[in-house]
């Protein structure tokens, strides 16, 4: 691979996120460091002996310098215009959202998380006793939809959730215990973590809460939680103990987080009258919208820092047309959408997503409006 700043910048980050993720589940930094990490630290070594800088030589000078020095002032070329730290200044290791959105698109354009995907290929084994498309679904969509919300679970939802899934689908529980929640559900949450020496939820995408800067934050950035006035309303405390279980970090960057939008839009077509179908044809799309006056949307929510990367991806994989076709879960119009954040932060978000692909695509509240002209 020819080293560039660009290069080195897309390792540093996914590196840094694959840090944070050997952190939780080793309690500290252990050695050897991730491959991302490792390749990140050879290339700045490298870089900097071109650029006649001093070399930087392990991680805890990487790790002081994302604290301490914006991205602007670094001594290689990053070619960035904000003044961006890619790790907050504080004592613990805390990825900032930028720096964890960039990374996000870098892993996302690569391939997803692999505990992800062991899960995935788990919920189609669970399903493959089904013999109807329609109650494949169903399962599917139950699980995911549960795993979705449920960051964070107690033994009595997971045994109420087991319970409702026996009695509807008529199969064994232990698969799914043994199958999907023993993998997901791999770690306590540490004390560390705890509010007022309980573990605080999130009742809107069922993340942990935890303070920060003395102020209350959702670990889902893009859940409303944290934009919210009033967050003491939003919040589930839970006694801490053994069974209550957090998911595993691989889940809630890969499964958790992207899921908020898509959960979002659903609520909100609902509201004005919509019928809609989460993950049709085993996850082809995100949403199925039914409008009331039939006319169908079919929806895939991204949610990517770079309208350009999307762009590129959204081209290669588009809408899988033969999945669709085979379910029979056709509609009037194909399309993608981004959250009306992500305009906010980027005005020109769509026209360079424009540019760069013939795919169509809405922001959020664009998505909206279209609905609302065919109630």
């Known amino acids: 691979m020819k080293v560039t700043s660009e290069t080195c910048f897309d390792l540093l980050v996914t590196g840094l996120v694959d840090l944070e993720s050997a952190y939780e589940q080793e309690g500290g930094i252990t050695h050897p460091y991730p491959k991302n990490l490792q390749r990140a630290l050879n290339q700045l070594a490298l870089l900097s002996l071109r650029a006649n800088q001093p070399i930087i030589q392990s991680l805890g000078e990487v790790i002081k310098l994302c604290k301490t020095t914006s991205l602007i002032n670094w001594p290689l070329d990053f070619s960035q215009e904000e003044d961006i730290y890619l790790l907050e200044n504080i004592p613990e290791i805390r990825i900032t959202e930028e720096c964890r959105e960039f990374a996000q698109d ?13 899960v995935y290929q788990k919920i189609i ?5 089904s ?18 919300k449920h960051s ?36 306590c949450v540490p004390a560390s973590k705890f509010i007022n020496n309980k573990i605080a939820r999130c009742k809107l995408c069922g993340s942990l809460v935890t303070m920060y800067n003395e102020r209350m934050i959702c670990a889902v950035h893009k859940c409303d939680f944290n934009t919210s006035q009033n967050k003491e309303i939003i919040i589930d405390y839970i006694e801490p103990n053994e069974t209550v279980k957090l998911a ?24 004005l009258g919509c019928k809609v179908t989460m993950w049709p044809g085993l996850d082809s799309y995100d949403l199925l919208i039914v409008c009331p006056d039939e006319y169908k949307l079919c929806v895939d929510v991204k ?25 029979g879960i056709e509609g009037d119009e194909y399309c993608f959408v981004v959250p009306d954040a992500r305009k906010a932060k980027t005005p020109n978000y769509k026209e360079v997503f424009i540019e760069h692909s013939d795919e169509k695509i809405y922001y ?10 065919h109630v």
């Not at 354009?109 to 692999?114: P, R, T």
């Not at 290669?316 to 085979?326: C, L, R, S, V």
């Open 106 to 118: 870098v892993i996302e354009s690569n391939k997803s998380g692999l505990l992800q995907r062991e």
């Open 125 to 129: 084994a669970l399903i493959s006793r």
């Open 131 to 148: 013999k109807t498309i329609e109650e494949k679904d169903a399962i599917y969509r139950q699980v995911r939809e549960f795993l979705a």
């Open 152 to 187: 964070i679970t107690t033994l009595q939802e997971r045994i109420k959730f087991k319970a409702k899934f026996k009695a509807k689908f008529k199969d064994n529980s232990k698969t799914l215990e043994e199958g999907i929640f023993d993998v997901v559900y791999t770690h």
């Open 248 to 271: 595993a970090p691989d889940i809630r960057y890969f499964l958790v987080s992207p899921s908020v939008p898509e959960l979002k839009l659903r609520d909100k077509a609902k509201e």
């Open 303 to 327: 949610d990517w820092v770079s309208a350009d990367g999307l762009a590129q991806k959204c081209d290669e994989k588009g809408f899988p047309m033969n999945d669709i076709k085979k379910y």
């Open 364 to 373: 959020e509240s664009e998505l909206i409006d279209l609905i609302k002209n």
